[in-house]
């Protein structure tokens, strides 16, 4: 089974490119679920209009972030469309769901989460991920598990990947939106990456354009963030898990320009 993780999508442009090649991608390597972290389509946040052309485009399970609440109107796609997830350690009174179930072309029951990291992340309501994420084997009945990290630190990323070592199939990071090129299998059969990258602006500080990043950090008067101009790259992983054992067995990182 071919598990497709697609980055960050940032921007307008950014999702233009997903859009397009999402369904060029499933066909081309006969993808079995896609995954795409939608948390910045706005820029920050993400629309229901957003969403949706994600999952037109191919996505079967769009994961939120830190950023799910910038744009209120999503709690009514939320609250209605099990397809888009939002971090499944955040308070409980919140709108949505953390994790999505769907079946693989034999028939086991893959469980996709999204998971929100607390390091570095300025958010001290949402509970451990670690804790949180053993809870989700006992309240919910799966087979498979793939789960997308939405973390600052690459330390708590890798910690968690350990955690799970042989109870989930495939991790994932975002957030970051840089790609790192540590994909490997862990020793029982977890399929891993710190950070898938993201699918926006290649002349951009993570998205945006570069003149308000360098404005930001020189501590100018903040301003509202633009996506910045140009050519986009496409940054994914493509995971390939052994339907009978439930293992990963290879992890191949993509950029498409």
Aim: hydrophobic residues 40%; aromatic residues 8%.
């Amino acid at each position: 089974m071919n598990i497709l993780a697609i980055g960050d999508i940032c921007g307008a442009s950014g999702l233009k490119m997903a859009v397009k090649h999402i369904f060029t991608l499933k066909k081309l390597y006969a993808v079995d679920i896609c995954v795409v972290n939608g948390e910045n389509a706005a820029i920050i946040g993400i629309t229901p209009v957003q969403a949706q052309a994600l999952l037109s485009a191919g996505a079967d399970v769009v994961t939120l972030g830190n950023h799910v609440w910038n744009k209120q109107e999503i709690k009514t796609t939320l609250e209605n469309d099990g397809r888009v997830i939002r971090p499944l350690n955040f308070p409980a009174p919140v709108p949505g769901n953390g994790y999505h179930i769907l079946r693989s072309p034999k028939g086991w029951r893959v469980c996709v989460a999204t998971l929100l990291g607390r390091r570095g992340m300025n958010d001290s309501s949402s509970e451990n991920p670690l804790w949180r994420v053993d809870r989700l084997f006992k309240e919910a009945e799966f087979d498979m598990l793939v789960v997308d990290f939405h973390a600052e630190a690459t330390s708590e990323k890798l910690a968690l990947a350990y955690h799970l070592d042989g109870r989930a199939s495939v991790l994932f990071g975002t957030h970051t939106h840089v790609p790192t090129a540590d994909e490997r299998v862990f020793p029982n059969g977890l399929g891993y990456i710190t950070d898938v990258g993201m699918v926006g602006p290649i002349e951009s500080v993570l998205g945006i354009k570069p003149s308000q990043a360098v404005n930001n950090f020189l501590g100018y008067i903040p301003e509202r963030f633009e996506s910045a101009d140009g050519a986009c790259k496409l940054q994914c992983a493509l995971f390939t898990v052994d339907e009978d054992t439930r293992r990963c067995v290879s992890v191949e990182r993509m950029e498409i320009l």
